[in-house]
């Protein structure tokens, strides 16, 4: 399973969205996204797929949660011939996170042939598991293109029968100095081929690869919507030295279940991190010293409603596909008015509303007018006095996150862990909630007032016939 998307929170409704059955799909992959209950195109994929069906180059730009994958995934996917057992497409991303959940849904959307093989390949991990993986033949390959490119060098990739070449958040991969490594990558491909770019800015840099890489590209924009009818915006005016004070206030006073806050800095990250547990706020940050597992971590416990808010400069923050997110808080108001809509558009997806709270110093005021200018809003304007929390208890997750130490190396499966804690253990369906295999350990989401219940009977009792280590990922 997914650690970050979830199948059941679609993307921005679109009411007038049209059919994929539009499409010159095959009716397996039509009947597969009607499981999937993709009913509609998402406006990234009505823009895009006509275009990527009929073979042409494409250079996209859409907001984060827009679709992309599958965007991209349905005309690379219909192009696959799973019976020649040779990597026929390629798919680039800046991290592996962003690989992880690309080959996640690649593979949801593969399932209409069940032979079809897709392998992430990405720094971090051991060579040796990626060149067997290699070995045994793979159709499509996500990846790092650093790691990509290792492979290359080593002969244990081989690309003369890839069709398609994508490369997604380009100019992410960019800003982290991919430039070189993915222009590689992309000369080992063979000239009759796809490309297919998205990326959420134009910097130099894209223009150049696209000049270089892509052949008379098509290009698609849609530019941010601003949804105002679905994300409640309000800023409250504050002192510097209210201002990380505040955050828990606005937290207690709203109680939204998953907020992510953004800092301009890793520092007040910190900062704000450690305020946030003294008040006994369940808080994570995700920062660039955190090991890979560590990351994994924060990210599923805060996907799967353990953690109530994710602190994260927009870096930290671009690409992740989080569903279900009550509200955003700008911890400070960004100087770039597109940053600023991007961040709020986080919140508010699907058909709930969120709310989009900022936190704004005499200094910022400009900035506010700035953004009120490009959104056509009047700026609706508060005072932390309104905010009254006394006696308020602080705000708990509703569930807590439990580590079972197994994972897909061990051939554990959601299920395994799903039966062994509604079979002996007792608990009904609606305790347990998202469940992560990782190659190590399975994560499972459980209502905290059983949380330590549940870990006392999964140790003594089996999953998957074999005993197991489990502990909660909190105090
Ligand atoms: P992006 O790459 O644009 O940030 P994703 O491709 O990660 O967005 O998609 C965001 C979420 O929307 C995923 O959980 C995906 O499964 C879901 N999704 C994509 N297309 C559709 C669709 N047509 N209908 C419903 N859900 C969709
Ligand atoms: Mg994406």
């Known amino acids: 399973m997914n650690p970050i998307t979830s199948p059941s929170s679609p993307p921005a409704a679109n009411t007038t969205g049209q059919s994929f059955a539009e499409l010159p799909l095959s009716p397996a992959l039509l009947a597969t996204l009607n499981q999937l209950e993709y009913h509609t195109m998402t406006p990234i994929q009505a823009a895009?797929?006509?275009?990527?069906?009929?073979?042409?180059?494409?250079?996209?730009?859409?907001?984060?949660?827009?679709?992309?994958?599958?965007?991209?995934?349905?005309?690379?996917?219909?192009?696959?011939?799973?019976r020649y057992f040779a990597v026929q497409a390629i798919v680039l991303c800046p991290t592996r996170e962003l690989a992880d959940q690309v080959t996640q849904e690649i593979r949801r959307l593969a399932r209409f042939a069940d032979n079809i093989?897709?392998?992430?390949?990405?720094?971090?991990?051991?060579?040796?598991?990626?060149?067997?993986?290699?070995?045994?033949?793979?159709?499509?390959?996500?990846?790092?293109?650093g790691r990509i490119m290792d492979h290359l060098q080593r002969d244990s990739l081989k690309l003369e029968a890839l069709n398609t070449l994508v490369l997604d958040e380009a100019d992410r991969m960019l800003d982290m100095g991919f430039y070189d490594d993915i222009a590689y990558v992309a000369k080992q491909c063979p000239l009759e081929r796809?490309?297919?770019?998205?990326?959420?800015?134009?910097?130099?840099?894209?223009?150049?690869?696209?000049?270089?890489?892509?052949?008379?590209?098509h290009e698609v924009k849609l530019l941010?919507?601003?949804?105002?009818?679905?994300?409640?915006?309000?800023?409250?005016?504050?002192?510097?030295?209210q201002r990380l004070e505040a955050v828990g206030l606005l937290l207690n006073h709203y109680r939204p279940v998953s907020t992510l806050a953004f800092c301009n800095?890793?520092?007040?990250?910190?900062?704000?991190?450690?305020?946030?547990?003294?008040?006994?706020?369940?808080?994570?940050?995700?920062?660039g010293d955190l090991e890979q597992r560590e990351r994994d971590q924060v990210l599923i416990q805060f996907a799967?409603?353990?953690?109530?808010?994710?602190?994260?400069?927009?870096?930290?923050?671009?690409?992740?596909?989080?569903?279900?997110?009550?509200?955003?808080?700008?911890?400070?108001?960004?100087?770039?008015?597109?940053?600023?809509?991007?961040r709020i558009g986080r919140t508010g997806r699907a058909d709930d509303e969120g709310w989009a709270l900022s936190l704004c110093s005499h200094a910022e005021m400009r900035r506010v007018t700035s953004i009120a200018k490009m959104m056509d809003i009047e700026p609706e304007w508060h005072a932390l006095t309104e905010l009254r929390n006394v006696n308020v208890t602080a705000l708990v997750p509703p569930m807590v996150?439990?580590?079972?130490?197994?994972?897909?190396?061990?051939?554990?499966?959601?299920?395994?862990?799903?039966?062994?804690?509604?079979?002996?253990?007792?608990?009904?369906?609606?305790?347990?909630?998202?469940?992560?295999?990782?190659?190590?350990?399975?994560?499972?989401?459980?209502a905290r007032n059983i949380a330590r219940d549940a870990v006392r009977k999964l140790t003594a009792g089996k999953v998957k016939g074999k005993t197991v280590k489990v502990r909660a990922l909190e105090d």
């Open 265 to 287: 800095t890793k520092q007040q990250c910190r900062d704000l991190l450690a305020i946030l547990h003294a008040q006994g706020i369940h808080a994570l940050t995700l920062n």
């Open 224 to 241: 941010e919507k601003h949804e105002t009818t679905k994300i409640r915006q309000r800023f409250y005016e504050i002192s510097n030295e």
């Open 304 to 342: 799967n409603r353990s953690c109530s808010v994710l602190v994260a400069t927009d870096v930290a923050a671009r690409g992740l596909d989080i569903a279900q997110l009550e509200a955003v808080i700008n911890v400070d108001v960004t100087p770039d008015p597109e940053i600023h809509i991007h």
């Open 48 to 82: 895009s797929l006509p275009i990527t069906l009929a073979g042409h180059d494409l250079i996209a730009q859409a907001k984060t949660g827009s679709g992309k994958t599958a965007a991209f995934a349905l005309a690379l996917l219909s192009k696959i011939n799973p």
């Open 401 to 446: 996150t439990l580590q079972v130490l197994g994972g897909r190396k061990e051939k554990i499966r959601a299920g395994d862990v799903l039966g062994a804690l509604t079979g002996e253990a007792g608990f009904t369906r609606e305790q347990v909630g998202k469940i992560t295999v990782t190659d190590q350990s399975t994560y499972v989401a459980v």
């Open 117 to 145: 093989k897709i392998i992430s390949l990405c720094g971090g991990s051991t060579m040796r598991p990626q060149i067997a993986s290699l070995e045994h033949g793979a159709h499509i390959v996500v990846g790092t293109p």
């Open 194 to 217: 796809q490309t297919v770019m998205f990326s959420a800015t134009y910097p130099e840099g894209i223009t150049r690869l696209a000049r270089h890489f892509l052949h008379n590209p």
